[in-house]
């Protein structure tokens, strides 16, 4: 299971016109919202990406701005972890369990999955939080990173996961933000 003293999330490529036109986009950039604020109320570490942004374009307003102390990692490669800046934020963590999410799913979020899964983490991607241009790539996606043996979840399951117990100031902050 998670746990939030184990757990880092990784936002991947939530960029300009791509977000906008990936499938379902509307609802991933919400639920890519609620788990940035809903893991940060619980106290876990956000490494977040950006694939080529002055090509693609910023990372959407809504996450960025859940984001306001952090500056993304520029990448050029599809993995993440094919970025040494990325590899060295993510040791820094001392974290093994990646929470993974963004766009797309067959592309930099499943290279990512394979590579951290090779180098010895446990990966488990947000279902509700990732997504292709068409929906057959996006479901393509995911199948082959559950072959290679990552874990599927979603932001609420996720989230009261790793939160464990129903009380207090945490339990009540992520229940409001995920009703």
Known sequence: MLTKEET????????????????????????????????????????????????????????????????????????????????????????????????????????TAAHLIQNGYEVEVLADCVSSRTSKSHEIGLQKMMQLGVKVTTVEMALFEMLQVAKGDQFKAISKLVK
């Open 8 to 111: 880092v999330l990784v936002l991947i490529d939530i960029q300009g016109k791509l977000a906008e036109i990936v499938h379902d986009s509307e609802f991933v950039i919400s639920n890519l919202a609620k788990v940035t604020e809903g893991v940060q109320i619980l106290g876990l570490p956000v490494l977040w990406l950006e694939q080529y942004p002055k090509g693609l374009g910023p990372t959407v307003e809504k996450i960025a701005q859940t984001l306001p102390n952090q500056k993304p990692i520029e990448k050029i490669t599809f993995s993440a972890y094919d970025t040494p800046e990325f590899v060295e934020r993510l040791e820094a963590t001392k974290r093994k369990k990646v929470l993974l999410a963004g766009i797309e799913t067959h592309i930099c979020v499943y290279q």
